[in-house]
Structure formats: structure tokens, C-alpha cells
């Protein structure tokens, strides 16, 4: 086994990292394989440039060696993007600990550390604006094909597109009278959900339904039917969104910003943020912030009724209802509510040391919360 297609390496430690991504990469895929080859690949010429006497394990030491390599990784040209940099990082670091796992040497795995990983800053998908979803879901009623009805489900419910490739064909709930929920399945984050659904997406179900029925393959108890398996049928949809986009001025959209449009929606229609978590399956609050999105006309809407119902003159609660629910569901609940406040309020703060105070205060808070639903999950 070579680190890379190119030319073999000449370095003493070359058969050691060999040995490292063989026991690595046994269950992954040759992309990966690749990938901490040329890692390892890069630290060992470096190491070969800057530190010719380095020939054994026991000699590599956090400065100079690890510390030079990041910044010889900072000077490249042109500039590595920031999550290549991490990357690099989080691969050599996972060979150095198996190398100080196979060579019982434990000082190679605290070479790297948690610190030295810059967070990759996450670009989530805008969600649509009011009139692009209005053009849009136009455009989806008048096609009312299998994939127009598949793309209108998914902004009604704020499905995943991988979680509506799985429903099953009964997915559809009688939850009450005049009452119906979706059931998701196992979806990103290894959870399901009932989601709650008017009588449009009770039709949606039923034309889908219908679609299905002339379907030639046999019923495997899927609502959509896969040919050549579900990564195929995703690969087929997602153009069939950015035509239908095109076709009404929406130069580009991918099937993620139906769900953060559907979230927004929930929030400006009154929506808590613990019922928001609970329809999109998140685990954790902090995510769901970053799928809303307060539009100029939210905030104007906002600042008239605080201004027409002052705070000030309503006469205050003896205790804050935030939520129903007894023990420590309620607790988990008002934990919620209350880091909502804090971090609505610590973005409305300029850079300074207040906002970084309510910031700490936040995680803190997200802390307490873990432990709490520990304590509700051990019964």
C-alpha cells in the first residue's frame, strides 16, 4: 500500500502511517482511504523538509513539528479554504492517535488537540421570500406531476427530502377528530416524528398515493416508488425543483430551503420554538435559530403591537405558564423558553462584554438542559 498514487515516499515513518490508515480506512470508502493518504502524505514531506532528523515516532513532539505544520498548511498558495485546513487536521489527528494506540505511545494522540480546530462556519439555505414561495408553489399546483407533489409535501411539513424518500405508504395518521399527522421516520439525526397536517397535505398524501398505484413496481411498502434505490430517485428530483424555479424567476434553489421556509412560516404564524424543534426533529435549539429568519415586515409587525401593548402596563403573571406538562418534561420545557429569551435578547446587543456574558450564560443553560433530559431518559 502506497499514501498516494504518486510517486512512493522516502521517509522512516512512511510504513508506520501506512499501518495506521490500513486499520483506519478498513470499513470506509476509497474516498476516505484518498483522503488520509494525501494528509499523511503532506505532513511527511513536510517533515522530511523542515525536520530531516525526525525518524522515529517517539521523536515527534507538539513544538516544533505539529505546530509547524499548521502554519506551513496557513501559508500555502493559494490559501486553503478553512475546511480543508480542518480537515487536514481531523485526519492526521485520528492517525496519530491509532499510531498511539498500535505503538503504545500515548503522548502521539495529545498532539492535536480540540482546541486547534477552527469551527467550519455553516452556510444554511435562506429561506424563500413571500413571493418567491407564492410563484413557487404556483408553479408546483398547475404541474401537479408525482415530483410537483413530492416538492409541495415537502414545504408543508418541513420534511428532509432523504426523510420523504421513506415514507411509508400509510404514513398518514388519524390522530383525532379532524385531526391528522405525518409520521416521519429515522431520519439525519436518528429520530421520528408526528408531524401535524391540514387537510392540503392530507390530499398531497392521497395523489401521491394515486401515482403510486400505476406505478409497475411492486408495493414495498414505500409511498414513492425507488427503481434503481433512493440515492437514484433523489438525483432525479432535485433538477425538477430548480426547472420548476427557473421557470417562475428564482435563478436558484435546492430542496433544503423549502424546510427552512416552512420554519419560518411556523414562527411568524405564533409558533413556540419548542413545538418548531420538535416539527423539524431537532435536538437541540441552537439549530433551530438558524432556520428561522425575521423579515423586515416581522419586525415592523412586531414593534407596532409592542408599542399599541406596552410590557410595561400589563399587569405581571405571579408565575411565568410556559409550559403544560409536570416534571421534568416541564422543567426541559421552561429551560427552553428561557434560553429562547436570552439569545433573542444577546443578538439584539452590539459586540461587548454584556453580549458575550449572555452567551456564556446560554450554554450554561444548554448544559443544564442535556443533564435534564438525561435525568427524564434514566426514568
Same mark, same amino acid.
Not at 322 to 345: K, N, P, T, Y
Not at 346 to 355: K, Q, V
Given at each position: ?16 502511517? !501506512? ?7 478498513? #470499513? ?29 515516532? %517517539? ?11 499548521? #502554519?506551513?498548511?496557513?501559508? @500555502? ?24 494506540? #498500535? ?9 492535536? /488537540?480540540?482546541?486547534?480546530?477552527? =469551527? ?23 404541474? %401537479?406531476?408525482?415530483?410537483? %407533489?413530492?416538492?409541495?409535501?415537502? /414545504? @408543508?411539513?418541513?420534511? /428532509? ?12 395518521? @388519524? ?17 421520528? *416524528? ?14 401521491? *398515493?394515486?401515482? =403510486? ?17 433512493? !440515492? ?24 433544503? !430551503? ?23 426533529? @431537532? ?17 415592523? =409587525? ?70 435534564? *433530559?438525561?435525568? %427524564?431518559?434514566?426514568?
Amino acid at each position: 500500500m502506497k499514501l498516494s498514487r504518486y510517486a512512493p515516499l522516502e521517509h522512516p515513518l512512511v510504513h508506520h502511517f !501506512q499501518r495506521a490508515i490500513e486499520s483506519l480506512t478498513t #470499513a470506509q470508502s476509497p474516498d476516505s482511504t484518498r483522503h488520509y493518504r494525501g494528509v499523511a502524505r503532506n505532513f511527511l514531506i513536510y517533515l522530511g523538509d523542515d525536520h530531516p532528523s525526525v525518524c522515529s515516532l %517517539n521523536q515527534l513532539h507538539r513544538d516544533p513539528h505539529i505546530l509547524g505544520w499548521f #502554519a506551513h498548511l496557513r501559508s @500555502h498558495t493559494p490559501p486553503l479554504a478553512q475546511a480543508v485546513y480542518v480537515y487536514h487536521l481531523v485526519f492526521l489527528r485520528s492517525i496519530l492517535e491509532e499510531l498511539a494506540r #498500535a505503538a503504545q505511545l500515548p503522548d502521539l494522540a495529545r498532539l492535536i /488537540r480540540r482546541e486547534d480546530l477552527p =469551527r467550519i462556519p455553516q452556510r444554511l439555505p435562506r429561506p424563500l421570500t413571500a413571493e418567491q414561495d407564492r410563484l413557487l408553489q404556483q408553479e408546483l399546483l398547475l404541474r %401537479n406531476d408525482l415530483p410537483a %407533489n413530492v416538492f409541495l409535501l415537502l /414545504r @408543508h411539513t418541513g420534511m /428532509r427530502i432523504g426523510e420523504c424518500a421513506d415514507l411509508s405508504y400509510d404514513c398518514l395518521h @388519524h390522530v383525532g377528530p379532524d385531526l391528522w399527522a405525518i409520521h416521519v421516520p429515522l431520519g439525519k439525526l436518528k429520530t421520528e *416524528r408526528m408531524v401535524p397536517v391540514d387537510s392540503f397535505v392530507c390530499e398531497l398524501v392521497q395523489r401521491l *398515493r394515486f401515482f =403510486r398505484s400505476f406505478d409497475p413496481l411492486p408495493a414495498d411498502g414505500h409511498l414513492l416508488a425507488r427503481r434503481r434505490g433512493k !440515492q437514484s430517485f433523489l438525483k432525479q428530483l432535485r433538477p425538477y425543483l430548480s426547472d420548476a424555479a427557473a421557470a417562475v424567476g428564482i435563478p436558484k434553489i435546492v430542496p433544503h !430551503q423549502l424546510r427552512h421556509t416552512y420554519a419560518s412560516e411556523m414562527v411568524r404564524a405564533g409558533v413556540s420554538l419548542p413545538a418548531v424543534m420538535t416539527l423539524l426533529g @431537532h435536538v437541540k435549539a441552537e439549530m433551530t435559530m438558524k432556520y428561522v429568519q425575521i423579515a423586515g415586515n416581522d419586525l415592523q =409587525r412586531e414593534f407596532h403591537l409592542a408599542r399599541s401593548h406596552p410590557r410595561h402596563l400589563a399587569p405581571q403573571p405571579k408565575a411565568p405558564a410556559v409550559s403544560s406538562r409536570a416534571g421534568l418534561d416541564g422543567v426541559a420545557d421552561a429551560l427552553l423558553f428561557a434560553q429562547h429569551a436570552i439569545e433573542m435578547f444577546r443578538r439584539s446587543l452590539p459586540d461587548g462584554p454584556p453580549r458575550r456574558c449572555l452567551g456564556r450564560l446560554s450554554n450554561r443553560l444548554t448544559k443544564i438542559l442535556s443533564e435534564t *433530559r438525561k435525568l %427524564n431518559s434514566a426514568g
